[in-house]
Every structure is written in structure tokens, then in C-alpha cells.
């Protein structure tokens, strides 16, 4: 039982990692019971993506695995495949943006959130941030500058680094995506061409393919801070970053194939829509 | 077109940013350490420990106007713990008379098999200036947890004895007991001496300075 707590609590307890997931699980309930009183069905599927991504995150940064992300490097590896991979596109796949919508009272989503959505500071950050080639380099970069052994090092000792680094992956994942998997209708508002869509996944995949081969292959230690503050249990530094480097190689570049394929599917899905769309306002001229 | 032209407008501006932030740092950095610095990485020094070579419970801050070099071991390791504390050892001859100021703290992290009296001979046998800590787990994972060190047990053999894992880093704190540097078990032992002398000439008074 003094176990099992060890291995659920948090290494190093984060109020802002518990609020932010309790208060978006309470938008999100909230939002699937206005949308059941305005009788829209939010599904059961699309509730699970977003409640298991949103698991998975709260799983990789308050419990024992942040501790031996902390002391290994390919468990270090599993969680930012998780912050920045994996949990970020369980729950961009909810395309939660409505049904959180729905969660936020009336009066503030009209009084707070809308004008400060439409003010142009946020408008241009985040135009700037989704824009077809920050976003790419900005995701992949991300993944190479953490890597970088020097900083990769200083991360692993100080604690805001480490905090700064985890945050920044988690949210750039979010925002990545989103902006590949956003669901909507291209009539309905701005979103990326799905042919852009598909070449940004794909180059994002060779440039995590060749980082990732890179440290799988590499026959000396890149990453020594691990030897240096010592590991969670006794293993070899080079097997310890073969299954690294493989975690970082081959399932990160699936995950770009499974983007690929859905976006593939959201454009056969479009093109069907609009094309009823088209033959519908012909038949009405 | 028009997304583009902004676009290369805010990179071009980052850019000439980022450039002028790295020359300023240029001009106002110092020449860099031998040995890994980590100035401002890591908090400042605190703990509760029994001392093993004076038998009493000593805090961080009885140090505090010395220099300190910090490492987690167990006297039953077979080659690193001994490998390091013996090149700390040749490190500090170079310093002089200086070294009487340095202290190295051998934090033991098996603490179930290190008695006092343990500690107390296996720290005596490398020097006066070497002192053997100990604690018990929560003290001892109280201090290795905010430095980000780690350490585990293996199952003991036939004979009851087992190997610990470890950390192989050294901690230097300076003489306000800020962790300054980290020596890696590749640093020479030549690197170790000119960061220890560079970090004992910080902190002094003038006035001393200059009969030294």
C-alpha cells in the first residue's frame, strides 16, 4: 500500500500541473452537460481522448515517472514523447475547442474571453506561433534544442530549467497538434490546407527520424548527466541511450504517419461536405 | 505574399536580437571554469548530518567561509569512492596551505552499513580535511533530492553484501555555500586544483588578500 502512494505521488508536487487539469476536466464536463441541455452529443470516444490525454500528462509530470525522467534517459525520453507527442493529440483529436467553449459561463466567454481572444497581441502570437513554418521548426526545434548535451545537462540539475523545458514541450505539442488535426470546416474558419498539413508532418517525421537515429547509433555517451547524478537503477549509459534514442526515433516519426493518415481522412471528409454544400446551393440557384 | 513579407520582417528582427544578446553576454562574461560550472543552477547548501569524525550533529552553515566539495558514496565501494576522494586528494596538495580552508564532506549514502565508527576511520584514512557525514533516508533523500542526485540498492548475495549506485559528480560549493561547480570523474586532476584555487581567491578581504 506505502507503495503504491510512493509510486502515485508527486517527486516534486506542482500546484499548477493539479489546477490546470482539474479546471479543464471541470470545463469539459461542464460543456458536455450545456451541449446535452442544447441537445448536442459530445460522444463517448471524444471524451476519452481528451480525458486520457489529459491522464497521461498529469501521469508523466506528478508521479513517480517524473522522478525516473529525472535519472533515466530513456524514461526521460517516454515523457516528453508523451508531453509532446502522445497526450497533446489525444486531446487535440477531441477538438475539445467547443465543448470547453461550452463549458466557460456565458458572461465570461462574452465579457473576458472573446475580447481578450480578438485583442491583437494574442492575435498576432498566435498567428505568429501557427504560422506554416515557425510552427514546423518550432516542434522539431524544440525537440534539438532540449537535446543540445550542454543545455540537456543544466536541465537535468536545475529545477526551473527542467520545469521550463517540460511546460515548453507540452504546450508547443498542443499548439502543433492542433493546428494538424483541427477538424473544422475551411469555410468555417481559417485552418492549414490539409496538403500543407500532410508535407509539415512529414518533414517534421524525417527531422525526428535522423535525431533520433542519431542517438540511438552514437557509440559514446552523449548524455552524461545521468552517470553524473546517478541512474534509478543500474544499467549500461549506452543501452540506456539506445532505447532513448529509440523512443525518440521510431514512435515519434509513427506518430507523424497516424497524423498524416487522419488528416487524409479530415480532407475526404471536407471534400464531401463541400461538395454537398455546392450541389445544394446550385440546386437553389 | 503579405504573410510571408511579415513573417520575414519578425525574423529578421529575432535575429538581430538574439545576435546583439550574445554580444553583450560575450563582453560581460567571465573566462570560463575547468570543471563544469553550474553557478546559479542549484540552491544554496542546507542539511542536518551527523559528523562522524567530531561524533555531533553539524548544519551546512557551520561551514559557511569554506569551501566545500560534496560527494555521495558508501565505504564499502569498491573503486569509484576511493578513486575520487584520492584525486580530490592530489587536487588539494597543490593548493598549499590554502587547502586548509577546503573540506571535503563524504556524504554516506548506505547509511544501514556505515556506522560512525565506520565512516570515521575510512574518512580519516585520506586526510584531516576529509569528513565523513551521515544521516538517516529521509535526511539523506531530503539532500540528494535537491541536488538531483539519486541512489539505489541491489539485492544483497550469499554474503549479505550488495552494490549501491550512486552519483560520481562532486559538488563545489564556494564560501557562502552556493553550489558553484560540479567535477565529473573525466576532469583532470590539474582542472580540479585551478577552479579550487580561482574559487578560494573570491570572498576574501582585501586587506588579507594582499598578505597572502
Same mark, same amino acid.
Given at each position: ?285 | ?23 553583450? !553576454? ?7 571554469? $575547468? ?24 548544519? $551546512? ?24 576522494? !584520492? ?20 556524504? !554516506? ?25 551521515? =544521516? ?15 541512489? =539505489? ?49 573570491? =570572498? ?5 588578500? !594582499?598578505?597572502?
Amino acid at each position: 500500500m506505502s507503495s503504491l502512494l510512493t509510486y502515485l505521488s508527486p517527486w516534486e508536487f506542482s500546484p499548477t500541473v493539479l489546477i490546470a487539469c482539474i479546471v479543464s476536466s471541470w470545463l469539459f464536463i461542464r460543456g458536455m452537460r450545456q451541449r446535452r441541455r442544447d441537445g448536442l452529443r459530445t460522444g463517448f470516444w471524444r471524451s476519452l481522448s481528451f480525458f486520457l490525454g489529459l491522464i497521461l500528462i498529469y501521469a508523466v509530470m506528478q508521479t513517480y515517472v517524473d522522478y525516473l525522467s529525472q535519472h533515466m534517459f530513456w524514461v526521460h525520453r517516454l515523457q516528453h514523447l508523451i508531453l509532446h507527442h502522445l497526450a497533446p493529440f489525444f486531446i487535440a483529436l477531441a477538438y475539445p475547442h467547443a465543448v470547453l467553449g461550452s463549458g466557460i459561463p456565458l458572461r465570461w466567454r462574452q465579457k473576458v474571453l472573446l475580447p481578450l481572444w480578438n485583442s491583437w497581441p494574442i492575435r498576432t502570437g498566435y498567428g505568429f506561433l501557427q504560422n506554416p513554418i515557425v510552427a514546423p521548426t518550432l516542434f522539431v526545434g524544440l525537440i534539438y534544442f532540449w537535446l543540445l548535451p550542454g543545455l540537456h545537462f543544466d536541465a537535468m540539475l536545475s529545477t526551473t530549467l527542467y520545469k521550463i523545458m517540460n511546460w515548453s514541450m507540452l504546450l508547443d505539442g498542443l499548439l502543433f497538434w492542433w493546428l494538424m488535426l483541427d477538424n473544422r470546416m475551411p469555410n468555417e474558419s481559417v485552418t492549414l490546407r490539409h496538403s500543407i498539413r500532410i508535407f509539415i508532418l512529414f518533414a517534421a517525421m524525417i527531422a525526428q527520424i535522423l535525431i533520433g537515429a542519431h542517438i540511438t547509433l552514437s557509440k559514446t555517451v552523449l548524455y552524461d548527466v545521468y552517470s553524473v547524478c546517478g541512474r534509478a537503477w543500474p544499467i549500461s549509459p549506452l543501452t540506456d541511450q539506445e532505447i532513448g534514442g529509440l523512443t525518440t526515433w521510431i514512435p515519434a516519426a509513427m506518430m507523424s504517419v497516424l497524423g498524416i493518415l487522419l488528416v487524409i481522412r479530415l480532407w475526404m471528409k471536407h471534400s464531401t461536405a463541400q461538395y454537398i454544400l455546392d450541389t445544394e446551393q446550385g440546386k437553389e440557384k | 505574399m503579405g504573410d510571408f513579407r511579415n513573417l520575414f520582417r519578425i525574423t529578421c528582427r529575432a535575429g538581430l536580437l538574439s545576435i546583439g544578446i550574445l554580444l553583450l !553576454s560575450a563582453c560581460h562574461s567571465e573566462p570560463p571554469w $575547468a570543471t563544469k560550472n553550474i553557478t546559479g543552477l542549484m540552491p544554496t547548501l542546507e542539511f542536518t548530518l551527523t559528523e562522524a569524525n567530531r561524533n555531533k550533529i553539524v548544519h $551546512a552553515q557551520d561551514y559557511r567561509g569554506e569551501i566545500l566539495l560534496m560527494y555521495f558514496g558508501y565505504t564499502h565501494c569498491p573503486d569509484v569512492c576511493p578513486l575520487t576522494l !584520492s584525486r580530490l586528494k592530489s587536487a588539494l596538495a597543490k593548493l598549499g596551505d590554502a587547502a586548509q580552508q577546503v573540506r571535503v564532506l563524504f556524504v !554516506s549514502v548506505d547509511p544501514g552499513r556505515d556506522s560512525i565508527e565506520d565512516l570515521k576511520r575510512y574518512t580519516e584514512y585520506f586526510g584531516p580535511e576529509v569528513l565523513g557525514l551521515r =544521516g538517516d533516508q529521509t535526511a539523506l533523500r531530503e539532500l540528494t533530492k535537491k541536488y538531483r542526485v539519486t541512489y =539505489g540498492y541491489n539485492k544483497p548475495n550469499a554474503n549479505g553484501d550488495y552494490d549501491v549506485s550512486h552519483s560520481s559528480a562532486v559538488y563545489v560549493f564556494d564560501r557562502k555555500g552556493e553550489a558553484r561547480l560540479l567535477i565529473r570523474p573525466t576532469d583532470a586532476v590539474a582542472s580540479i586544483s585551478i577552479d579550487l584555487k580561482r574559487l578560494l581567491t573570491e =570572498g576574501i578581504p582585501v586587506a588579507s588578500q !594582499s598578505k597572502q
